[in-house]
């Protein structure tokens, strides 16, 4: 029963992962600047559930501080994404 709740806690990651993969999908088979900004997004995503879930419930998403990692994976998306649109094609 304990590994079934520890499974279910795992759907921020989750949700995460799929939402890079899909950037990744994106940029490797259609724009490359677009691909950029759905996996920046995928990054800033991670970064509000961590912030808006608890320790318990944001799984594999809790490293740190809540603080610590909803800053670093905000400021991270940040930087994905100005990267993206201002490297010229």
Known sequence: MA?????RSQW???LSLLAALTGLVVL????WRNGVL??????GLAGLLRAALTDTAAGLL???SRMF???FLLLTAAAIAV?????PN
């Open 3 to 7: 590994a079934e709740a520890q499974r």
């Open 12 to 14: 921020p990651l989750a």
């Open 28 to 31: 490797w088979f259609y724009d």
């Open 38 to 43: 759905v996996f920046a997004g995928a990054v």
């Open 62 to 64: 809790h490293v740190r």
């Open 69 to 71: 990692d909803t800053t």
């Open 83 to 87: 990267l993206g649109l201002i490297i």
